[in-house]
């Protein structure tokens, strides 16, 4: 994991249509996501690196003491795993009390070893909650 680092981006930073731009509009990500990541205002996006390149992304956006996890790209598990203990520090020293996020039903295991728990299922995907207060991220 040494070869992996991660940067904070919104939509004002000067970077972010360079680099994540492409990705908002690929087939291949929408596929992976099930939706387009959608670039909303407020939305603060943690961008994964290997080697020079966008190795996946996700976003999170905070409302009070409540963040959202969305749009998460990440192709690989590693990827997802080091994205959700970033977006959760950073949650947390936001003031945020509780992480809600929809998964796939195949990254739920994934979300459960961080700490999430299972709010409701549905068709094709998990309604995830963690709460931040006491809890470790």
Not at 10 to 25: C, I, S, V
Not at 29 to 35: E, L, R, W
């Amino acid at each position: 994991m040494a070869d992996l680092r991660i940067t904070r981006l919104t939509n004002e930073d000067a970077k972010f249509y360079a680099t994540l731009g492409p990705f908002l509009a690929k087939r291949e990500v929408h596929k992976v996501i099930s939706a387009p990541p959608w670039d909303d205002a407020g939305k603060t996006w943690f961008v994964c690196w290997r080697n020079g390149k966008v190795a996946g992304f996700a976003g999170v956006v905070i409302d009070g003491e409540k963040a959202s996890f969305c749009s998460d790209y990440t192709p690989e598990v590693v990827v997802r795993e080091l994205l959700i203990r970033e977006r959760s520090k950073w949650a947390k020293a936001q003031g945020a009390h509780q992480v809600s996020a929809v998964v796939g039903t195949a990254d739920e295991e994934t979300y459960v070893r961080h700490g999430f728990e299972v709010a409701r299922k549905l068709k094709n995907f998990t309604v995830m909650r963690k709460e931040l207060k006491w809890a470790s991220v």
